[in-house]
C-alpha cells in the first residue's frame, strides 16, 4: 500500500502563488507515475499535471500550461506543484494520485483545497 498526503493548499488572490506538496509513504518502489488532479463544484475531476518518477516526461492540461510546473524530491518521495499566476477559476480541491503503471491511479490523497478570489 502507498499513502499520500497533500499540503500546501490555502486562499489567494488572483495573480498569486502556491505549491501544493504530496509525501508518498508505504510501498513508494511501485509507484510509477505521481499526479495532481482537481475537482470543483459541480465540475467532473480534472487531471491537472503527472510526472514519471524515473524523471520521464510530464504531462499538463491545456488549462494550466505555462503556469503550473510538477516536480519531485525523489530522495524524499515527495511530488509538487508550483501553482503561479492563479485564476478564480483553478478553484478547486486538488488531490495527489499515484500509479503502479501508466494506464492507472491506484492512489489517492484526501485532498487540499485552492481558493483564488478575484
Known amino acids: 500500500q502507498v499513502q499520500l498526503v497533500e499540503s500546501g493548499g490555502g486562499s489567494v488572490q488572483a495573480g498569486g502563488s502556491l505549491r501544493l506538496s504530496c509525501a508518498a509513504s508505504g510501498y513508494t518502489y511501485t509507484i510509477r507515475r505521481m499526479g495532481w488532479f482537481r475537482q470543483a463544484p459541480g465540475k467532473e475531476r480534472e487531471r491537472v499535471a503527472h510526472?514519471?518518477?524515473?524523471?520521464?516526461?510530464?504531462y499538463y492540461a491545456d488549462s494550466v500550461k505555462g503556469r503550473f510546473t510538477i516536480s519531485q524530491d525523489n530522495a524524499k518521495n515527495t511530488v509538487y506543484l508550483q501553482m503561479n499566476s492563479l485564476k478564480p477559476e483553478d478553484t478547486a480541491m486538488f488531490y495527489c494520485?499515484?500509479?503502479?503503471?501508466?494506464?492507472?491511479?491506484?492512489?489517492w490523497g484526501q485532498g487540499t483545497q485552492v481558493t483564488v478570489s478575484s
Open positions: 510526472i514519471y518518477t524515473d524523471g520521464g516526461s510530464s
Open positions: 494520485a499515484a500509479g503502479r503503471g501508466p494506464y492507472e491511479w491506484n492512489y
